[in-house]
Each structure stands twice: as C-alpha cells, then as structure tokens.
C-alpha cells in the first residue's frame, strides 16, 4: 500500500484565496483525522471522520475551514478566505477502527499563504 | 479532557549514549499511549504503542517505552542513540478505538558526534 496520501505537497498563496486540500487515506481504513502543525500550537486536531462521517469538527479553526469526505477514499479540507496565520503543516491520517490500531500519516502540506 | 506533556522541548546527546524522552499524560481511563518521531519534512511514524499488557513495550528501530500507571508517564529509551535518532519525538494519548490523539508539545532530539 502507498500509505496516506496528500496533495499537494507545497501550497504558496494569496491572502483572499482559496486553498484546497487533499487527502487519500489508506485503502480499508474507516477513519480519517486532519492535523495542522505549527510552531506555536504543535500538533492540533482539527476534525476527524468515522464512516465518511464528521464526529468531532471543534478544532477547526473558524468558519473559514470546511472538511469533507465525500467517500470512503478521498477527502478534502478547504480553506476560505485564506490568511497568513493559516500557514502551517496540515497532516491527514487515517486508521482502522478495529482493536490496536494505531493511524498512520501522510507525508503532510506545508501551506504559505502570503 | 485528556492532555500530553512532553516536558523536554530540546535534548542533546552524544552519539552512542543513553536517551530517556519524558512523557507524562492525563486521562481517567486507560489510555492508549503512542510515540511517534518525525524527520526533518517528513510526516509522523510510529515508533511504538501500549495499549494494555506488559508495561515495557518494545518498538522499531531499538527504541522501548514504559508505561506507568501511579506516575501517568510513558517514557521513551534507547540504550544508544545513533545519528539518524536525530528527529522530533511526539508522544501521544488516545481513548478507545476510534477516537482522536492527543499529542504532546514534543521533543527536538539533536545527537552529537
């Protein structure tokens, strides 16, 4: 398996402008988490899905954040307006809800909006 | 609500000798607990996990944890630390499955030759 992956790997852009992001977890997998990563905040859990459905969204940020998981291989985080303070490592992960499972991550999106 | 801390935000040392990472968590369950490191651009691995058993865990590349219950820590070890160890260590706290992690603020381990 390709493990988690994310796309794009590096995103510059324009204060005002809209940023998607994008995810594809591993095949099997039933939940997936999304996590930005700053210097400040460290590791932060923004949203997490079970079965394609959000369970838990109260770290998203503000209503400038969306996440959906249309199926069971992709999901999306977008990001509107974008600003300089949403700059940051954004990591997907996913797991398999089963006993002892632990998630595994993407190799992560290192976003600049300037 | 459940919470990590890493309390060691930098730690040197020298190549070949012993490491000893800091974990210290709150949770009122059992938790699961986790290390993970991350390389320099890289995203998180797994390093090892307890969830319940024998409280000296082993894990890849010769790294081993113990958990702790009356201390709520799950340090991390390693009898000697190579130059590749060189990378961010985050340990992190998990209730049943199919919840969230919690991470800990992590610890920048940097190895002298």
């Known amino acids: 398996d390709a493990g988690v992956i994310q796309s794009p790997r590096h995103e510059v852009t324009e204060m005002g402008q809209e940023v998607t992001l994008r995810c594809k977890p591993i095949s099997g997998h039933n939940s997936l988490f999304w996590y930005r990563q700053t210097m400040m905040r460290g590791l932060e859990l923004l949203i997490y899905?079970?079965?394609?459905?959000?369970?838990?969204d109260s770290g998203m940020p503000e209503d400038r954040f969306s996440a959906k998981m249309p199926n069971a291989s992709f999901s999306t985080l977008k990001i509107q307006p974008s600003e300089p303070r949403d700059s940051a490592v954004y990591f997907c992960?996913?797991?398999?809800?089963?006993?002892?499972?632990?998630?595994?991550f993407g190799q992560g999106t290192r976003l600049t909006v300037v | 609500a459940q919470s990590v801390t890493q309390p060691d935000i930098h730690i040197t040392v020298s190549e070949g000798a012993s490491l000893e990472l800091r974990c210290n968590y709150s949770y009122g369950a059992t938790p699961y607990l986790f290390w993970y490191v991350q390389s320099p651009g890289q995203g998180l691995q797994l390093l090892l996990k307890y969830f319940s058993g024998d409280t000296l865990v082993q894990g890849i590349k010769g790294f081993e944890a113990e958990f702790k219950r009356s201390q709520s820590s799950f340090n991390l070890r390693k009898p000697s630390v190579h130059w590749s160890d060189a990378a961010e260590y985050f340990c992190a706290v998990g209730a049943d499955a199919g919840n969230m992690l919690t991470f800990g603020g992590g610890t920048r381990l940097m190895v002298k030759p």
């Open positions: 992960a996913s797991r398999w809800t089963g006993t002892n499972t632990e998630a595994f």
């Open positions: 899905f079970n079965n394609n459905v959000p369970i838990d």
